[in-house]
Every structure is written in C-alpha cells, then in structure tokens.
C-alpha cells in the first residue's frame, strides 16, 4: 500500500532556510502536499505539486520533486519563529471520475522549531 | 473565510460507549472525509463521502463506525461501541468538485479519550 515517510524534527534559526524531506511509495500518486499544524488548529493546505513537475515556488516556499527517487522537499526560505509548526507531506492519486476526491496518504509530520 | 468546524473540541467517554463527532463542512462542498491521528502516530484515513453514499473507507473503518449527513450542513461519525484503541484525534475535512487537484480543508479536530 501507499507509504509516505518523513523525519519528525527539525530545527533551525531564525532567518536560515529550512529544509524538509518526505519519500513516498505509490508510483501513482499525482498530488503531493504540504500541510501545516499549529497548536490546536486543524491541518492546513500551505501548496502542492503535480506529479509531472519538478519544481514549484510560491513566496518563501519551494517544493522540489524527485519522482525517480520519490522524495519531495519544502524548503522554507527566511525561516520566522511563526513557521514553527508540524510540516505534513502527503500524497493522492486522482481519478477522473471523482475528478479529485480522493483520500490523502499522511506522513508522521515532521516538528519544525524555530530558534532565536 | 469560510472554515470547518468541529464539535465537541474535546470528548471524553467510557469504553463501550456510542460517541458522535459533529462536523460543518464548508457550504458549497460536495466531499466530505473523516481522518484520525493517534497520539504520535499519522495521520490516517477512515472514510470519504460523496453524492450521500461512502465513496472509500479505510480497514479500520469496520462495522463500528458509520458516517451521516442528517441534514444540509452537518456531516458526522459515530462509533458505536468505543474501545480503548479508538482513542484519538479525528479531523473532518471537505473538498469541493475541482477537476483539479484536491484541497481538503481540515477542521480544528476532536480529540476522543475511551477510558
């Protein structure tokens, strides 16, 4: 079955790059995801990338995506203290007939700390 | 913005007992997915729900567990009969018919303690 792996911590100092790496096992995953988790808030969308992309930037945030390897990355530029969160990776296939509603497949989350 | 919600935030229940976890999906969504993460393990899928009917379930969406959509706006999950494994987070989440990628918006949770 699907499996998606990630490290659970990281941490950094304010202002470095932060990098966070996740490996998934489905060859037919067609999204992967990045998800953020503050204390006590639910899981939210930060961005995502298509299986037939390699790289996609968005503000600070880069996702890189190795699609021989499986690896997928988010580095998070000028890291802030309110970047501090779980990072979530996650994957889902899409089907034209649910036209993509579809299950995600969850990482462990990864804990990202940010230090003064 | 509109948001997910989740009610009770925090449930409390003795083993063997039925517990129903309430959610309000965003308004104009159609799908509608019930996730559980126990405590420091991942975040898994139970059950997707589409059109009033299951579209996926997970294995450890068995007997127990069922979904409903009483009406217009709530979307819940019952178990029936607790146990102490089911001891968890539960996250609601809902997707609108995109064509595109699928953007689940997640609600707050609903942490579940079967004592």
């Known amino acids: 079955g699907e499996d998606v792996e990630q490290s659970l911590f990281l941490s950094v100092r304010e202002g470095d790059s932060s990098v966070i790496n996740c490996t998934y096992t489905d060859s037919s995953s067609t999204y992967l995801y990045w998800y953020k988790q503050e204390p006590g808030a639910g899981l939210q969308l930060l961005t995502y990338?298509?299986?037939?992309?390699d790289m996609k930037q968005d503000q600070r945030l880069t996702v890189l995506l190795n699609k021989k390897d499986k690896h997928l990355s988010l580095r998070i530029a000028d890291t802030q203290t309110g970047d501090s969160a779980i990072y979530f990776c996650?994957?889902?296939?899409?089907?034209?007939?649910?036209?993509?509603?579809?299950?995600?497949?969850f990482g462990t989350g990864t804990q990202l700390k940010v230090e003064l | 913005e509109p948001e997910v919600t989740q009610t009770p935030s925090h449930q409390v229940t003795q083993m063997g007992q039925e517990v129903i976890l309430r959610c309000v999906p965003i308004?104009?969504?159609?799908?509608f997915y019930w996730y559980r993460q126990i405590l420091g393990q991942k975040v898994e899928f139970l059950v997707s729900f589409y059109n009033n009917e299951i579209s996926e379930k997970s294995e450890i969406f068995d007997d127990q567990f069922s979904v409903e959509r009483p009406d217009g706006s709530n979307f819940t999950l019952k178990i029936r009969s607790t146990k102490l494994e089911d001891s968890a987070m539960y996250f609601c989440?809902?997707?609108?018919?995109?064509?595109?990628?699928?953007?689940?918006?997640f609600g707050p949770g609903t942490r579940l303690t079967v004592l």
């Open positions: 990338i298509f299986s037939n992309m």
């Open positions: 989440a809902s997707s609108s018919f995109t064509g595109e990628y699928n953007e689940q918006f």
């Open positions: 308004s104009n969504h159609l799908y």
């Open positions: 996650a994957e889902s296939p899409w089907t034209a007939f649910t036209g993509g509603g579809n299950k995600l497949t």
